[in-house]
């Protein structure tokens, strides 16, 4: 079982930055993967950004260069610093760790880039 919550969502407009929390809690194995995604409206879920547990980094291409994924493994805390916003990135953003035994998922939290 484990259980992950998301924090830092809201509006921003274009070009502004907003960072991301996960906080972690339950049976999780120190060999883990944690992650970003996204649902814009009328669209697929698809990868932001992934961390293991040694820090090797995965993002997409389209937010590369922009946005930031961190770990505090003592904590069990995923963070996403996200610069250089747009219109585009508007989402909703879930936090995802994956671990031998499963894959565990957020709520969500709302992103809403404005021009």
């Known amino acids: 079982q484990v259980q992950l919550v998301e924090s830092g969502g809201g509006l921003v407009q274009a070009g502004g930055s907003l960072t991301l929390s996960c906080a972690a809690s339950?049976?999780?194995?120190?060999?883990?993967?944690m992650g970003w995604y996204r649902r814009a409206p009328g669209k697929q879920r698809e990868l932001v950004a992934t961390i293991d547990s040694v820090g090797r980094r995965h993002y997409a291409d389209s937010v590369k260069g922009r946005f930031t994924i961190s770990r505090d493994n003592a904590k069990n805390m995923v963070f996403l610093q996200m610069n250089s916003l747009k219109p585009e990135d508007t989402a909703v953003y879930y936090c995802?760790?994956?671990?031998?035994?499963?894959?565990?998922w957020g709520q969500g939290t709302q992103v809403t880039v404005s021009s």
């Open positions: 995802n760790l994956e671990q031998r035994g499963g894959a565990y």
């Open positions: 339950g049976s999780i194995f120190s060999i883990n993967v």
